[in-house]
């Protein structure tokens, strides 16, 4: 009986905590390898994506996809912005692992691996695409091929970009101001070697008993206030995040220690990102809760940190409730995409060319919420936009969670087809200030309705 009533003790000192979930940051897919870039405003995370089915239990990875933000609380699903598929010159199916966009020029370079392919590059007019493949081949073309993994990119202060990557080793290149080929007049034809040294990238036992260094995979390249950072995945599996610093871009690099250490609900392999976005500086990750503990369906994470006086970074601890606050409040009057999302329960999104992305699989229950709603003076009008080949259900808008004041219901009928869109719209409750919003899905057993957008009047 005591052990019962401390449970319970347990479940209600944890109801805020779970009432708080950001992380994992998507719920509609598996999600890995973030790769987050700042531009015009907007946080744009490019991720690789495990699928629902593992096949040969092994990384499934057909796709390459985007989210945006421009409050880190609430992202856009922009759908699979670029595939195995845009790649002609090689009929490889399966291992679309981490990749990493960068802007130059108005164009966005999106550089891929392709597991036992090397890496490649894409490039596109908009950060979401559609990208397409500028060279017809692999960009890097190494001896050291299923090696050839994790591009990371930065262009520094003078305009010289550089690619670092690889597993178990570090290499990098000069690329030239087209961003799709690089200088080859140094190292080995273009791609330089760097020492792996206990002093780089710290120390530890290799696995055929030698003296190695820490640095595994996963490399994540910037510059800040003078300081080149390498953020990296260490110490083989399972891995945990460690750091070096440089005077330089190529070095010499002097380990740091480490950032995020092990934990039980982290996947076996991990790939960090780290930005700063409005005065706050953002740490990225991938972790398996989301799945349940299964290591090739992950889901990525973030956590906002403060760097210390000297420019070291802290360690910094995995956790349920994430990004706790905005850096800016989502206006609802005007069309709000119903992918934008902070955290949903049993919802997937699909993509037409004639749609875009919108909310799909609704059942009875499932909901979405939205943070840091800015209600003004308040509405009187939900409108959304809805397709359903079903019985159709209803639409509830709650406040500030799903169990939360009801303002409204909103009938959705059976629209003939699951993309022949509709309006609705209905009456809801005048309500002021900034508050998160949850859409609550009713209704009976199977699929109800898709949803586009949303908005309020």
């Not at 002609?88 to 679309?96: E, F, H, R, S, V």
């Not at 995945?233 to 995020?260: D, F, Q, R």
């Not at 209905?426 to 949803?451: A, P």
């Amino acid at each position: 009986m005591k052990t019962k009533i401390t449970m319970l003790w347990i479940l209600i000192l944890l109801m805020p905590m779970l009432a708080l979930a950001q992380n994992p940051i998507v719920q509609t897919f598996f999600t890995a390898d973030p790769a987050p870039m700042v531009y015009d405003g907007t946080v744009y995370l490019y991720t690789s994506h495990d699928e629902d089915s593992t096949v040969n239990n092994f990384f499934t990875m057909y796709d390459w996809r985007c989210y945006s933000s421009k409050d880190m609380v609430n992202w856009t699903d922009h759908g699979a912005v670029a595939s195995l598929k845009n790649f002609t010159w090689m009929d490889k199916t399966n291992g679309a692992w981490a990749p990493h966009c960068i802007e130059r020029n108005g164009k966005f370079y999106l550089y891929v691996p392709i597991h036992g392919e090397g890496i490649a590059v894409l490039v596109s007019d908009a950060p979401t695409g559609p990208f397409i493949d500028p060279i017809g081949k692999r960009l890097i073309d190494s001896d050291h091929i299923w090696q050839d993994i994790d591009p990371t990119v930065a262009i520094d202060d003078d305009g010289q970009a550089y690619l670092y990557w690889g597993n178990p080793k570090l290499w990098y290149v000069s690329l030239n101001d087209d961003m799709v080929s690089y200088d080859r007049s140094i190292g080995d034809n273009g791609i330089v070697t760097k020492e792996m040294s206990p002093e780089a990238f710290g120390s530890k036992d290799g696995r055929d008993g030698k003296p190695g260094t820490t640095y595994t995979e996963g490399p994540w390249f910037f510059k800040r206030n003078n300081l080149y950072y390498m953020i990296y995945a260490a110490e083989g599996i399972p891995e945990y995040i460690a750091y070096s610093t440089s005077p330089s871009p190529v070095g010499p690099w002097t380990y740091k220690g480490h950032i995020m250490e092990r934990a039980d609900h982290l996947a076996f392999t991990n790939h960090a990102g780290i930005i700063d976005f409005k005065g706050n500086s953002y740490f990225f990750y991938h972790d398996q809760d989301l799945s349940g503990g299964k290591g090739f369906q992950r889901s990525v994470s973030v956590e906002q940190f403060e760097y210390n006086a000297d420019g070291s970074i802290p360690t910094i601890i995995p956790t349920k409730a994430g990004v706790k606050k905005s850096v800016a409040n989502l206006n609802p009057f005007k069309r709000v995409e119903a992918e934008t999302i902070a955290w949903s329960e049993g919802l997937k999104t699909a993509e037409n060319s004639q749609t875009g992305v919108y909310v799909t699989k609704i059942e009875n229950g499932n909901y979405l919420k939205v943070r840091s709603v800015d209600l003004g003076k308040g509405a009187k009008t939900f409108e959304a936009s809805v397709a359903s080949a079903s019985q159709g259900g209803k639409i509830e808008i709650r406040l500030d969670s799903p169990e939360g004041e009801l303002l409204g219901t909103i009938e959705v009928k059976s629209t003939g087809g699951w993309q022949n869109w509709t309006g609705v719209k209905g009456k809801i409750k005048k309500v002021t200030g900034v508050h998160d919003l949850c859409l609550v899905f009713k209704g009976s057993d199977g699929e109800l309705f898709n949803i586009d957008w949303w908005m309020l009047k």
